[in-house]
């Protein structure tokens, strides 16, 4: 985290803002202590799951998964 004085966020601060990288933090500080924190936000990660990360989550699977439904017997003949 970078630490800034109050004087020069003032002077500085759209470029410092624009300067952040997405998770990085800048500290403001007055006096030698710490009065803000100003944090770039981190993208949202997509809902989908990584390839991969569900393997083994199947426990059981029915002999007839694949077997055509009854009730769709006359669509597909």
């Known amino acids: 985290m970078v630490a800034i ?5 003032q ?3 759209p470029e410092l ?13 007055e006096d030698g202590r710490a009065v803000a924190v100003v944090t770039a936000p ?8 990584k390839l991969g990360t569900q ?3 199947v426990l059981y699977m029915s002999p007839d998964f694949d077997a055509p439904l009854e009730d769709f017997r006359e669509y597909t003949e």
Do not use: C, F, K, N
């Not at 803002?17 to 500080?29: C, F, K, N, V, Y």
């Open 5 to 9: 004085s109050m004087r020069e966020a």
């Open 11 to 13: 002077a500085t601060l």
């Open 17 to 29: 803002i624009h300067r952040l990288r997405p998770g990085d933090a800048l500290q403001i500080t």
């Open 42 to 49: 981190v993208p949202e990660s997509p809902r989908m799951p």
């Open 55 to 57: 393997r083994g989550s």
